[in-house]
């Protein structure tokens, strides 16, 4: 790069401009993705250029990344995307920081920490010090710098604006299009848009500055030759830890035997001890689950810190870490009993659908905590915990949150069709996105879906189509979404069917008049 630092100037630059075209004034869509493949696809290439290889290793991490940076145009639910956008970064992240050396999957937590303040460093200073390197390089080769006269230039602009102008007003008399897309030019060169053209060519230039130092940061700082050391080396004595870990273990145990009656009774003990059936199934999971993750964070603390001098001590010491992680694994299944019981009664939300998948991943990290324990390879489990954390993170659209909703609270309001009792909460399928949607209508085309639970499910849709038309705003090929794509076609197919169901606007809140004369509001006020 620095045989040809103009090449890397322009590219940077036109990556910061990129992102203005892509982005201002832009719905989240497509334009992220094509950003970050833009990203890579010139990272690369100046990389390359200068013959500097990936290793193998970092190349992995181009699948996820890819993954996630499709996740973010292709599922509309909040927390997909929101996870989708957070493991794209970290995943660009890990790639600059791991480019030549590859050794990510090694990495410790003080790693991640350090390396991530190496990579912010980069961005803010390297660009700097490679202007300086370049021009030590030139003074020491004896290259003079070139001189530059910028009057010939500005005397070229004096000339050639007036003729621009005569031969572009006759062009925009000759052609109606053309005349307007010169009024627009001169409109958004207006003196009332300057701060926002100020704005956004000082961002554009952040933008360019900051890629030029992960550019930069890859092609120096990545080889990976010395990780991190333990960041806390072990101080506590044998005694005191077992003390502590073993006075846990018993107060799990006891918790387990006392709580040993609920787990296979469902719902014939709910109302032991005088708790309600809402009691029981709500409260508790979320202490439940709170506390696993605390009792990990203890028993990996512990771990660290803990001076083990003999093999009898690591034995006992791993023996009391099997029957914590033993506990928690007996405890998060009764969390998972109480979040059951709790979806039985009222139907899948999005919070306790997050829950469910979270208890399962949290489930397997606690296993291959004390296998590593036990295997003495406590250094491994950052890469089990970012392995868990990507495996949540995949499963969410995998799973398609809000669709996966629709369908569990529809069948379980067909099951209760059938046994006289109707509760379909259908005004909380107006808070879920697009992704819902397609569902949601081949639901209600369903000819095995009973009348009463169609014309609640139609409601929603004739809400959700009202919603939707609310927004003029016209879209933009930056914001392409596939999600908005899919819910378009699928209220398309019903558009006649929904005619039926009047929308009445006049006072707040919108309601709309079923078919059957019910009135079904558009509006929600939902807490989990």
Sequence with gaps: MKTNPNKLWILVFALGWLFDFLFWNMKPGI????????????????LLSDGLRPNRTSLML??????????????AEPMTTFLAYTFTILMMTLLAVSYLGGRWVLYTLADYVGKSIQLFGSMVGRPIMFITDIRKEQAEAGAQPAKRNIWPVVRGIAIALPIIAIFASLLASADVVFGQRLEDLIKWFNIENLPELI??????????????GVVLHAATQSKDEKLSAQLIPPFLGYVEANIVLGSVVAL???????????????????????????????????ELVTVAFFALIMLLTLSAITKRDTETQRRVFSGLGVALVALLL??????????????EAYGFSR?????????????????VTIALEILRKEHMFTFAMLIASL?????????????????QNIQREIHAEANDSTNLDAEYFLDLSDDAVPTLVSAYLSPTLPD???????????????????????PQWQSFHFATLNADKALASVQKDLKAYKIRDVNYPVTVLTPAGEEFPCTTYYYD
Excluded at 62 to 75: E, W
Excluded at 199 to 210: C, D, K
Aim: glycine share 8%; charged share 15%; aromatic share 20%.
């Design 391 to 407: 495996g949540f993170a995949i499963s969410l659209p995998l799973l398609n949150v809000d669709a996966f909703i629709v369908n």
């Design 452 to 474: 009463s639970v169609r014309e609640r499910v139609g409601a929603s849709l004739a809400c959700i189509r009202y919603q939707r038309g609310l927004d003029d705003r016209k």
């Design 252 to 286: 799990f145990a006891v918790f387990v035997v006392i709580q040993f009656q609920y787990f296979f009774g469902g719902t014939t003990n709910i109302h032991v001890d005088g708790y309600t059936y809402a009691e029981y199934a709500r409260r508790g999971f979320g």
């Design 31 to 46: 334009n992220f993705a094509i950003f970050v493949t833009t990203c890579l696809v010139v990272a690369f290439y100046l």
């Design 199 to 212: 704005f956004r060519f000082v961002y554009i230039i952040i933008i360019g500055y900051a890629f030029t």
């Design 330 to 343: 007996v405890m998060l299944f009764s969390a998972f009993k109480r979040l059951g019981l709790y979806e």
């Design 351 to 367: 919070l306790r659908t997050y829950t469910h998948v979270f208890l399962i991943w949290l489930g397997l990290l606690l296993i």
């Design 62 to 75: 181009l699948p996820l990344l890819g993954f996630f940076a499709a996740v973010t145009f292709i599922r």
